[in-house]
Structure formats: structure tokens, C-alpha cells
């Protein structure tokens, strides 16, 4: 039997990430902050079930990392087997692609990102969050 025949070849490019503005990055944090503390934490931060060990979400938060922001909550655990008392979950994304434009995306149960919109504004992005959907804390 004959052996196949090893070649080298060339690594893709990886796609290079735009840094965010100075600028930017302090509106899409103003603006997303007064997403959650008017919209989004009224609506989902309700008072722990009694007599249930269901999870329930006590915060709803936002955080950059690299040309990425992120909305996240932050779950209480209750039950007897808890391995431990909270954990966060991340649920939309906003991906920056320059020219004052993200990519939104959110989380899927599997755990990837699944890209819904791309191209858009901020005001936009910060509308689908907004509306919900699958961009549900």
C-alpha cells in the first residue's frame, strides 16, 4: 500500500480586528449602560421565586474585551447542589468592523455565537437588544 505524500501549505490569514476609537468605545458603554439600567434590568430582574431552586438572574451587565462588547447576566443558583452560588452568561454581542459599524450577534444554547446582523449602527444594534428575541438576557 502506498504511503500518501505530506505537503506543506500556507496558513489562511487571520481576519485582522479594527480597534475601536477612543470615542466610540466610551458612547457604546454610555449608551448600552442606559440600555440595561432603564430597559433591560426592569425587565428581568424580578425577586427570587420562593420555594423553587430554579436559577434566577440578580444582574445584568456590560464589558469590552478587545474590539468586542459584550452584555452579560449574572445568575443566582439556589438549589441544594449547586457547585456554586452564581455564575454569568454571556447573551449579545456587538463585534466592531470600523466605520462606526458591529456585527450583532447572540449566544445559542450550544454555546457559539451565532452572527444574526452585520453592518450595523449602534443605535440599531442597541434596538434588536432591545426588542429581544433571541437577544434575551
Same mark, same amino acid.
Not at 67 to 76: D, L, R
Given at each position: 500500500m502506498a504511503? =500518501?505524500?505530506k505537503t506543506w501549505m500556507p496558513a489562511p490569514q487571520k481576519k485582522s480586528k479594527s480597534q475601536v476609537p477612543d470615542n466610540l468605545r466610551a458612547e457604546v458603554q454610555t449608551k448600552a449602560n442606559e440600555l440595561v439600567e432603564s430597559v433591560l434590568k426592569p425587565k428581568h430582574i424580578q425577586p427570587p421565586p420562593k420555594g423553587h431552586h430554579f436559577n434566577f438572574i440578580t444582574d445584568i451587565g456590560t464589558k469590552w474585551v478587545g474590539? =468586542?462588547?459584550?452584555?452579560?447576566?449574572?445568575?443566582?443558583c439556589p438549589g441544594p447542589n449547586a457547585i456554586k452560588p452564581s455564575f454569568e452568561a454571556r447573551f449579545a454581542r456587538l463585534e466592531y468592523v470600523g466605520g462606526n459599524r458591529f456585527n450583532l450577534a447572540y449566544m445559542?444554547?450550544?454555546?457559539?455565537?451565532?452572527?444574526?446582523f452585520a453592518g450595523m449602527t449602534l443605535q440599531q444594534c442597541l434596538d434588536e437588544i432591545q426588542a429581544g428575541g433571541p437577544f434575551e438576557a
Open positions: 504511503k =500518501s505524500k474590539s =468586542s462588547f459584550y452584555f452579560g447576566a449574572t445568575y443566582a445559542r444554547h450550544t454555546g457559539k455565537w451565532i452572527e444574526l
